[in-house]
């Protein structure tokens, strides 16, 4: 969809779809009042006859109303005027799609940009409004052969400002939403893919794709060259599987002599749990295992379309972790890359094996921080559901920096502790580490077992399990953190401004 910002009279408004909000009491937002001006009382007459729920985010399609050449208004009920919050904000925006899809339509004009938000310029509104609104028309259907009933998006999306002179300030963020949205459908599309169709082959030939479209450097490791470089916590995992072991890096150089930002993403293909095998129920959501490596591709297609000012390295160890004759066994001990010895007690917890790997590589960058994205525990799932991501970090700078970039993204995380009390828990008696802790607190004690391949780093952990996919009989992969993240970048692209 194509989104631009426009301010031309509301009369000379041609577009298929015209949006209007409405507050509580039957109140008029203020271009909704220009609306009821030029239809001569026609917009309150229906608020009047109780037509419009009011209730956050229910609306209603009004067709040929007078005065305007539109064929079409939709009013949508935006809550208390001077309490409207962001989430309040989301909810609306997400209902309003949910209206729009109905309607078989080229081209809408919003006048929502009107209405307060609390904590929300109108910057942050755009943004937020053009990430909602590719996601709630967002579709994984390439597999499906019937398609009759597919509606096609919108082509136009604009937003009316009555004020043109702030038209220019906003080109920006046009700019960042619409980037920002094409990484996260990269990461959809990638993560939605099933197993059979997105191995660790196939997702390396995606980054080679991907780096030679946006002139990356990309290096992809085989099982020779990984075994050569003594990943023996990528290789115990990937020794069960036929599928081949895939070790890929994406660089990115957008500065000079600027240390680079590390992002490591977990990318397991399939996690049936090993010998330790899964339940069941639910297992074809595996396929999403691999959200962290798609969320890496998507956040580089994100910055090399901005083309931003700094340095980013992607790291993505690739395999399936699946139960055979040669596959790791609870109580093998493997050596990392780090030299450290793992005693494996339960074959399901491989994420945090390759990830150890990556981790250590990363040192080789000379990074300035290393952030990594994994589906790591189903303990952060009964810990913050699907809202928060988990984080852990050893540095409290970096940790407050995600934070920040969560709150402004909306794509938000929850700091846990990574104490010192739990590392005893992750202790062995025939390895210097083991890969699950004893007794409770197992998100935690997951970022513990990395955090021992982190001490030479600044370093955060983004536990995505609860966050990376919906689940259930609509199963989607959501994007998240691609939108953190990159605002996480943006931010930093400001501070080495100043």
């Not at 009491?25 to 037509?51: F, M, N, T, V």
């Not at 290789?235 to 990115?252: D, H, M, N, R």
Request: glycine share 8%; charged share 20%.
């Amino acid at each position: 969809m194509q989104y631009s910002i426009n301010s031309s009279d509301l009369i000379k408004q041609t577009s298929d779809c015209l949006i209007f909000g409405t507050y509580q009491g039957k109140r008029l937002s203020q271009s909704a009042q220009l609306l009821d001006k030029h239809s001569q009382g026609y917009i309150q007459k229906i608020l009047d006859q109780g037509d419009l729920i009011e209730e956050c985010g229910k609306s209603i399609v009004l067709y040929n109303v007078p005065g305007i050449s539109a064929p079409r208004v939709l009013l949508v009920y935006c809550g208390e005027e001077s309490n409207l919050s962001v989430t309040d904000f989301r909810k609306i925006i997400g209902c309003m799609v949910c209206a729009l899809k109905s309607l078989q339509i080229d081209e809408i004009t919003s006048f929502l940009t009107d209405i307060s938000v609390k904590a929300c310029d109108l910057a942050k509104h755009i943004r937020q409004s053009i990430e909602l609104i590719e996601d709630g028309y967002y579709c994984f259907d390439k597999l499906k052969t019937d398609k009759k009933n597919k509606m096609s998006p919108p082509k136009r999306f604009i937003f009316n400002l009555p004020n043109s002179q702030e038209s220019g300030k906003l080109t920006d963020t046009i700019k960042e939403g619409t980037a920002i949205t094409e990484g996260i459908k990269l990461t959809k599309d990638l993560a939605n893919l099933p197993a059979n169709l997105c191995t660790p082959t196939i997702m390396a030939e995606s980054a080679k794709k991907l780096a030679n479209e946006a002139g990356l450097t990309i290096n992809i490791l085989d099982e020779a060259a990984i075994k050569k470089a003594g990943m023996g916590g990528l290789l115990a995992v990937a020794q069960g599987s036929q599928e081949p072991v895939k070790f890929i890096t994406l660089e990115y150089r957008g500065a000079a002599e600027q240390k680079p930002v590390v992002l490591v993403g977990k990318g397991v293909t399939f996690d049936s749990g090993g010998i330790c095998l899964k339940p069941a129920a639910g297992m074809e959501e595996m396929k999403y295992d691999m959200s962290g490596a798609a969320s890496v591709m998507g956040i580089f297609k994100t910055i090399t379309e901005l083309k931003l000012p700094l340095n980013v390295v992607g790291i993505m160890p690739l395999t399936e972790n699946l139960p055979s004759g040669t596959a790791v066994k609870p109580g093998d001990v493997i050596k990392t890359l780090s030299g450290l010895s793992v005693e494996v007690i339960n074959t399901d917890a491989e994420g945090r094996l390759i990830l150890a790997d990556a981790l250590t590589y990363s040192e080789r960058f000379n990074p300035d921080v290393v952030i990594d994205m994994a589906t790591l525990t189903g303990a952060i799932i009964v810990a913050l559901g699907a809202v928060a991501t988990g984080m852990m970090s050893n540095n409290i700078e970096l940790a407050l920096e995600i934070e920040k970039a969560g709150q402004q993204s909306q794509d938000r995380v929850w700091p846990l502790p990574l104490w010192e009390d739990y590392q005893q828990q992750i202790d062995s008696n025939v390895a210097d580490i083991s890969n699950v802790g004893v007794g409770g607190g197992k998100s935690i004690t997951a970022a513990c077992f990395l955090s021992r391949f982190t001490e030479n780093l600044h370093w955060a952990h983004l536990d995505i399990a609860g966050t990376a996919w919906r689940s259930g009989l609509e199963k989607t992969a959501t994007g998240r953190p691609v939108s953190l993240i990159v605002q996480f970048l943006l931010n930093r692209c400001k501070n080495y401004k100043k």
